[in-house]
T-cell receptor, first 116, second 116 residues
Framework: AQSVTQLDSQVPVFEEAPVELRCNYS??????LFWYVQYPNQGLQLLLK??????LVKGINGFEAEFNKSQTSFHLRKPSVHISDTAEYFC??????????????FGTGTLLAVQP | KAGVTQTPRYLIKTRGQQVTLSCSPI?????VSWYQQTPGQGLQFLFE???????NKGNFPGRFSGRQFSNSRSEMNVSTLELGDSALYLC???????????????FGPGTRLTVL
């Protein structure tokens, strides 16, 4: 079975400061990795995904994430945050089922609170 | 291109009643997945449909069911509502062909169900 751990439930940070949101996963099989963002009263929006290839993945809104297989981590980073980045961020994995399904397993989420 | 739409956006029901939620995917998308989001359990996978067939199902009781129509629109039904069914129900659509695990899923804004 697969599982995702987001170690921080809330991360407060000042505007224009860098931020890292941590994500670790557990799986006995190959997985694909995703980061989604959820703004208040909205659905989830994909920030970026890692499927294969370069371990550094760049996404929308200036976010990037690095896949580390040895540490089973997929941490999300942004060099300089804005007030508008305040939202809940979810790390997720999908298992390679040979194309049979796209079920996502989510972490518990990290609330990024950007302060002026 | 219009995004994923879910109706209704808000719903209040009482225990024992049943409810039907609707999801219209992005045009051309053939896969629809449903997730339940609660403060206690986070985001949990309910089921996934592709070409009118259920492709995968999460660990929910039989009171939760769904279906997909030939135009890819999907409905989910919850019978004999319980207080614990209060949640945000999210629908996601994707192309659904090729490597399903790598598909980008586009989420709707959700239906907020309150059970009294």
């Amino acid at each position: 079975a697969q599982s995702v751990t987001q170690l921080d439930s809330q991360v407060p940070v000042f505007e224009e400061a860098p931020v890292e949101l941590r994500c670790n996963y557990s799986s006995s099989v190959s997985v694909y990795l995703f980061w989604y963002v959820q703004y208040p009263n909205q659905g989830l929006q994909l920030l970026l995904k890692y499927l294969s290839g370069s371990t550094l993945v760049k996404g929308i809104n200036g976010f990037e994430a690095e896949f580390n297989k040895s540490q089973t981590s997929f941490h999300l980073r942004k060099p300089s945050v804005h007030i508008s980045d305040t939202a809940e961020y979810f790390c997720a994995v999908s298992r390679f089922y040979g194309g049979a399904t796209n079920k996502l397993i989510f972490g518990t989420g990290t609330l990024l609170a950007v302060q002026p | 291109k219009a995004g994923v739409t879910q109706t209704p956006r808000y719903l209040i029901k009482t225990r024992g009643q049943q409810v039907t939620l609707s999801c219209s995917p992005i045009s051309g998308h053939r896969s629809v997945s449903w997730y339940q989001q609660t403060p206690g359990q986070g985001l949990q996978f309910l089921f996934e449909y592709f070409s009118e067939t259920q492709r995968n199902k999460g660990n929910f009781p039989g009171r939760f069911s769904g279906r997909q129509f030939s135009n890819s629109r999907s409905e989910m039904n919850v019978s004999t509502l319980e207080l614990g069914d209060s949640a945000l129900y999210l629908c996601a659509s994707s192309l659904g062909v090729g490597g399903a695990s790598t598909d980008t899923q586009y989420f709707g804004p959700g239906t907020r169900l309150t059970v009294l």
